[in-house]
Nanobody
């Protein structure tokens, strides 16, 4: 059974930092592309960052320089370190996994097979 379990969300003030974690089970983690998405209330789910099986990373422009995605294959875990948080970062953050190793970079929700349940991040201004 495939499971992705996020943790680390919370309520913080603008300018603070948070580190989200996503623990995966039921898959060979090192073979996976892993992504983080977020969905604010009333908005569509949007791509935030991804780290491919070969460690290549990609970020949406709005988080470049503030967020860092990394993975620990020994722990089957992907992380999203979020610094200098802004009110507009408030959303439910979702972890996603994909096995396909498709040529195109997985930056859309439909590129991913598996999803976590989400963790709420709220940034007060």
């Amino acid at each position: 059974q495939v499971q992705l379990v996020e943790s680390g969300g919370g309520l913080v003030q603008a300018g603070a930092s948070l580190r989200l974690s996503c623990a995966a089970s039921g898959l060979t983690f090192s073979n996976l592309d892993m992504g983080w998405f977020r969905q604010a209330s009333g908005k569509e789910r949007e791509f935030v960052a991804a780290v491919r099986w070969n460690l290549y990373t990609y970020y949406v422009d709005s988080v470049k320089g503030r967020f860092t995605i990394d993975r620990d294959n020994a722990k089957n875990t992907v992380y999203l370190t979020m610094n200098s948080l802004k009110a507009e970062d408030t959303a439910v953050y979702y972890c996603a996994a994909d096995r396909s190793r498709a040529p195109e970079f997985p930056a859309t929700p439909r590129a991913y097979e598996y999803w976590g349940q989400g963790t709420q991040v709220t940034v007060s201004s």
